[in-house]
């Protein structure tokens, strides 16, 4: 609660009488009690760790892992909350100013394990996330829709995503939004929102995709243009079910706040709402189509992709008027399976309408 109403000195202060509780109530329990006393172990060192007492969180998993009797699973999760102490007493070392807020990305189910993960599939959430935040930096920021190249080196200098380690969980990282020193030259006049401004917005845009993409995302994105980008951008976040089956977004500092959860469920709910707003095809549009291959080659430049299938043999579609694409939508997708949707025109070729991963 004290978190909530924003009385953080409070809550620091409340977290270190919990985790002395929780200490007591491991010296209290019998020897033979195992897997209760790694509970509570871990229990004491996670609320000093989340009062910000680094020194008592470390001296208190010293203890415990070095002359106590806990189960295997609490000495994993103890030693990794000390990595994550390090962590961030590296970064008040280095002096870089961040937001208050972490945004904690799980991915689950199918062929991810606690604390391990496809590394393929993690780099590329990674840079999906990436490429949300400087989406919702621009959105802000007021700058027109950008649809080729990455974003400005000024508005890449003022806010920087940074990959944090996170607490153990099924396989999660964190992402900290690195707070500008100085207003960057380049930008002119135009106004540039506070870190963690970006970090609540980002939060709204995803939450509204995930639950409510035809309603409440116009509310959150009134830009159409803005608006499709997100939409796509949250699609490829959220699994199809063959690697994974739920990645889940959620704040590190608001706890009271309901993760974002994309699902399979979700992916197609967005995907939906995506083609209800495609413009309508003319007359002779030609018969629609869908092709699962590699995607191999893009030149958005001169509106084309090309897509390698094995149809049983292999052999390499260029469709054009990829115009609609968008650099860090696609980006992510080259040399990965994907789904191509088109039209065949009267002429043989293919006209692009939509692309996205096969996980």
């Known amino acids: 609660m004290a978190v909530r109403e924003g009385r953080i000195l409070e809550a620091n202060a409340l977290y270190l009488q919990a985790s002395d509780s929780e200490r007591q109530a491991f010296e209290s329990l019998e020897q033979d009690k195992i897997r209760t006393r790694g509970v509570s172990a871990v229990g004491s060192v996670a609320l000093a760790y989340k009062a910000r007492d680094f020194t008592a969180a470390q001296q208190l998993a010293y203890r415990f892992l070095g002359n ?16 994550t102490i390090w962590t961030e007493q590296a970064i008040e070392a280095a002096g870089v100013k961040f937001s208050k807020d972490d945004i904690l990305v799980a991915v689950r189910g199918g062929q991810i394990m606690t604390g391990g993960a496809p590394l393929d599939l993690i780099l590329r959430k990674v840079e999906e996330v990436r490429a949300m935040f400087y989406r919702t930096v621009e959105m802000l920021m007021n700058i027109p829709l950008r649809v080729r190249g990455t974003p400005k080196h000024e508005v890449q200098q003022l806010f ?10 099924s396989y999660q990282f964190a992402v900290r939004l690195e707070s500008p020193s100085q207003l960057e030259l380049g930008l002119g006049t135009r106004y540039v929102p506070a870190v963690d401004e970006v970090t609540r917005k980002f939060f709204d845009i995803v939450s509204s995709a995930a639950s409510d993409p035809e309603q409440a995302l116009v509310a959150a994105v009134p830009d159409e243009g803005y608006r499709k980008t997100f939409l796509k951008l949250a699609r490829n976040l959220a699994p199809t079910g063959r690697t994974y089956s739920e990645l889940e977004i959620k704040s590190a500092m608001r706890p009271q706040l ?22 309508p095809q003319a007359a002779d549009g030609g018969k629609r189509i869908t092709f699962n291959g590699v995607l191999r080659a893009v030149h958005l430049d001169q509106d ?3 897509v390698t299938v094995s149809d049983p043999e292999e052999k390499h579609i260029r469709i054009d008027n990829a115009g609609e694409a968008i650099d860090d939508v696609v980006g992510p997708m080259v040399n990965r399976e994907v789904k191509v949707s088109a039209r065949q025109l009267p002429t043989g070729k ?9 996980d």
Not at 268 to 273: F, R
């Open 68 to 83: 106590e009797i806990i189960p295997p699973f609490a000495v994993a999760q103890i030693r990794n909350i000390v990595q």
């Open 160 to 169: 920087r995503p940074w990959l944090i380690q996170a607490p153990a969980g």
């Open 258 to 279: 309901d993760g974002i959860i994309l699902a399979p469920s979700a992916r197609k709910a967005i995907g939906e709402t995506i083609k209800k707003s495609a413009p």
């Open 304 to 306: 084309w992709l090309e």
């Open 350 to 358: 293919f006209s692009f309408e939509d692309i996205e991963p096969i």
